[in-house]
């Protein structure tokens, strides 16, 4: 079990800290919310999280294979809407530094549909995903 510890530090900006490692991580509210936007939102770090869980996931998928996926990049768009205010839809575009043969594609696009995060996030939250080999 991980365990993290939140601090608001004022002027709607908080600091969390990974206990075992000490990595700290700030938010900001963004600017179009009364932020200072000068670090990742809650909600930007939801989607990074996708994002990174994505690509780790794809990455234990394939390494049985001795494949590697390194420099592998995720693109994120993120949009919210309000009423009430929240994540609409994420779409990330995951761009492979090369091909892959159509089983090792079907088995990267396949695992990163079943990332514990993607499954967390709620159905009524879109999630766009397209693959695209150099």
Sequence with gaps: MNKFKVKYE?????????IDSGSIISTDAPKDN????????????????LASCILTIMAIAVERKN????DTIANITKTMINNPRRIAKIEIE???PKQ??????????????NCP??????KNVEKKIVFKYL
């Design 10 to 18: 004022g002027h709607l900006r908080t600091s969390a800290i990974h």
């Design 34 to 49: 009364h932020g200072l936007g000068k670090n990742f939102s809650p909600t930007d770090l939801l989607c990074t999280s």
């Design 67 to 70: 494949i590697d996926i390194k």
């Design 94 to 96: 995951i761009i492979f």
């Design 100 to 113: 892959f043969d159509s089983q090792t594609k079907d088995i990267l696009e396949r695992s990163a549909k």
């Design 117 to 122: 995060v993607h499954h967390a996030i709620s």
